[in-house]
């Protein structure tokens, strides 16, 4: 084991069940969109591994692009504030968009995504999320490809990080209280 690894309560999923389960959504995936153009849109940074992974599983042209918006900074909760970092270099008029994301917390961020990316006159616009925590949704949002529903805990790994650390891990994993509380200590 990694030293890192004393920084998390446990592994809630491994590389093999991520694998796994970005598999049958790729079948789904293919069969939803067969014959048709795909625009995968990521969004920086914690959609990047799943992106890389979910883009090379898929059996079906597909085209990449990437848009970088914020809305935790440092802390372990959401603000509902999101700021455009960089945005997409493609026109979406009369595109298949799916949009590709780590977790969907609260949902303030796919939700003004969503909207956001729904007035650039896209052909049709879904979501695709790794995780999803049902428990912290304070926004109803429509996500059409779900990997694993997840207690609402502070979890890192696979992209997600906290304080911009413990993204390269292969597996998501439960952050242990004791690194953000001491964090939070030591701003007071
Ligand atoms: C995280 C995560 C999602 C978003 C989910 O991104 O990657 O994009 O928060 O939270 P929400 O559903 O409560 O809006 P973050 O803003 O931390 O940026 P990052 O991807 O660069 O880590
Ligand atoms: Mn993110
Ligand atoms: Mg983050």
Not at 4 to 20: F, H, K, P, V, Y
């Amino acid at each position: 084991p990694r030293d890192i690894d004393g920084d998390l309560t446990e592994i809630l999923i491994s590389e093999e069940q991520i694998r796994a389960r970005l598999a049958e959504m790729s079948r789904q995936i293919e069969v939803d969109y067969a014959g048709t153009d795909l625009l995968l849109v990521g969004v920086l940074k914690g959609a990047v591994m799943v992106m890389a992974d979910l883009a090379r599983e898929l059996h079906h042209p597909v085209t990449m692009d990437w848009m970088a918006v914020s809305s935790y900074g440092s802390g372990t909760q959401s603000s509902g504030v999101v700021r455009i970092l960089k945005d997409l270099d493609t026109d979406l008029s009369g595109r298949n968009v799916l949009i590709v994301e780590d977790i969907i917390d609260s949902g303030l961020t796919l939700s003004w995504l969503l909207a956001n990316l729904k007035t650039r006159g896209p052909a049709s616009i879904e979501i695709c999320a790794l995780l999803r925590k049902p428990d912290a949704a304070r926004v109803d949002i429509d996500v059409k490809y779900v990997g694993f529903n997840i207690p609402n805990k502070f979890v890192v790994g696979y992209g997600l990080d906290y304080d911009e650390k413990y993204r390269n891990l292969r597996s998501v994993g439960i952050l242990a209280p004791h690194v953000y509380s001491t964090a939070a200590a030591a701003a007071l």
